[in-house]
């Protein structure tokens, strides 16, 4: 028997958006404090999911993130995390995805519950479709925002689609100073 717990784990403006229109995320700057928390979060996490969009933008800056002179040691150590943890990209779309991924065609929800069943540890979802399909099927155990001090009025809620109310359970919580960023990490009752 394994014990996988799956984990949404989703920067968000304080009004509940992921993204402002347009797939914007440029409002997500976290100070260094919080980008190395990201980054322990990322390390500790055994395979991580992906809906094809988030992945897209992901791969689009992350493999080559870390060989810029100027970035940070934050970013530097997030991007050797992300190319070499494992991947699993969930899309009808892809003909191929690069680098440590796999791409998973078909019901998310049915390939989701099959990696948990066969997984230890930490799995995260990225993505507010994916993740939102995934609550649906009652397969997130945990969530964690990392809330800004931002408004950003429309654009892409935390969740969409999500038909039914889930409760939560308050496990953690943690002020990073410099940005003002709080991480609010639930657990979903059930």
């Known amino acids: 028997m394994t014990n996988a717990t799956l984990l949404y784990a989703m920067q968000v403006s304080l009004d509940g958006f992921m993204e402002a229109p347009g797939h914007d995320i440029s409002w997500t700057h976290p100070d260094p404090e919080a980008h190395t928390y990201m980054n322990e979060m990322e390390a500790a996490t055994v395979v991580s999911l992906y809906g094809r969009r988030l992945f897209e933008l992901m791969e689009s800056f992350w493999p080559t993130a870390g060989e ?16 070499e943890s ?10 191929a995805v690069t680098g440590n991924a796999r791409l998973v065609r078909g019901d998310a929800a049915e390939g989701v519950a099959r990696i948990k069943r066969e997984t230890d540890g930490l799995i995260t979802v990225g993505g507010a479709h994916l993740a939102a399909s995934l609550m649906r099927a009652e397969l ?15 654009g892409t809620p935390l969740l969409p689609e999500l038909r039914d109310r889930v ?24």
């Open 86 to 95: 494992p991947k699993v990209v969930f899309s009808n779309t892809l003909d």
């Open 68 to 83: 810029d002179p100027n970035a940070p040691p934050e970013v530097v150590q997030y991007a050797r995390i992300w190319r």
């Open 167 to 190: 409760g939560l359970e308050l496990e953690a919580t943690r002020t990073f100073q410099q940005s003002g960023v709080v991480s609010l990490r639930y657990r979903v009752r059930r």
């Open 140 to 154: 997130v155990d945990q969530i964690e925002v990392l809330v800004y001090p931002v408004l950003i009025g429309e």
